[in-house]
């Protein structure tokens, strides 16, 4: 709010970037380098922290109930998620979390991934844009607004980075135990 406020005080466009970068300078000299370090830190939780991307704290998408689809997989869903006993709540939440963490766990392998792919003489160059596309978001939203929620739209791209980087874990596990069994 008060950026905003600031931003909308001065009337043109070259007055309104002067300000902020004075502003920035501010800031940045207030923090220092350890206190940019804890925010940015802080930025990054709010962002990854959370598996459901702040479902609960954000969207109230869930709170509107929806006719059933189907007589079994409408029903049990619903039952997940919108509920005046909120007890499954928390399952779910925590299936999402073991999940989300697991999928990032793994994305952390997917340049090794990349890279394997490469000495094998294969070009996958998806790989390549995926990771680049989740280290362009991931700076983006350390750079401007901290949202778990804008990283629901990649969430293919963390699916597909986490799984190649399980992949590769798995193939290096399987030929570190052939070559195991080659030295028996």
Known sequence: ME???ISVSVPTA???TDVQMAVIKERLSVYGVTGLAAHLAKKTLTNYADGTFAWGIEG???RETVEDKDNVISPFLKRQVVTDDPAHVPVLE????????GLLACSLLCGFAWRACLQQDQRLDLLLIIQLSI???TLFELIFEARARYLFAYAPFYVLAGLSGAWYTLEAFAAKR???QQVR
């Open 3 to 5: 950026d905003e406020q």
């Open 14 to 16: 070259k007055e309104r």
């Open 60 to 62: 109230q998408f869930f």
């Open 94 to 101: 925590t299936y999402f979390q073991i999940l989300w963490l």
């Open 135 to 137: 280290i362009g978001l």
């Open 178 to 180: 052939r070559v195991m």
